[in-house]
Nanobody, 127 residues
Framework: QVQLVESGGGLVQPGGSLRLSCAAS????????MGWFRQAPGKEREFVAT????????YYADSVKGRFTISRDNVGNTVYLQMNSLKPEDTAVYYC????????????????????WGQGTQVTVSS
């Protein structure tokens, strides 16, 4: 059974940093992509970042570009999201997601491109 477990969320002041982690178990994802999405209160879930199967191609939502960095460990089953210069509008539940099969870049930037999801971790940016 595949499981994705996020950790690292919490309360941080504007301008601060957090590092989210997502550990996958049940199968290897070294040959497929993993990504992060988020859902703010009253809004739909939105794409944040994705890392390709090789880890060499990363893509970001415009709203986080230059502030967030996605990375994966050498085994490929853990994905991280380093979040810097956090803003109140980054407040959301952050979800980790993984692909059963390799997808295109376009597919990897939408929920439809992912087959497995974590339960989410809350990130609150507030003074």
């Amino acid at each position: 059974q595949v499981q994705l477990v996020e950790s690292g969320g919490g309360l941080v002041q504007p301008g601060g940093s957090l590092r989210l982690s997502c550990a996958a178990s049940g199968r290897t994802f070294i040959t497929s992509g993993m990504g992060w999405f988020r859902q703010a209160p009253g809004k739909e879930r939105e794409f944040v970042a994705t890392s390709s199967w090789s880890g060499g191609n990363n893509y970001y939502a415009d709203s986080v570009k230059g502030r967030f960095t996605i990375s994966r460990d050498n085994v490929g089953n853990t994905v991280y999201l380093q979040m810097n210069s956090l803003k109140p509008e980054d407040t959301a539940v952050y979800y980790c997601a993984a692909q059963a099969l390799r997808r295109t870049t376009a597919q990897s930037m939408g929920e439809i491109g992912y087959d497995y999801w974590g339960q989410g971790t809350q990130v609150t940016v507030s003074s």
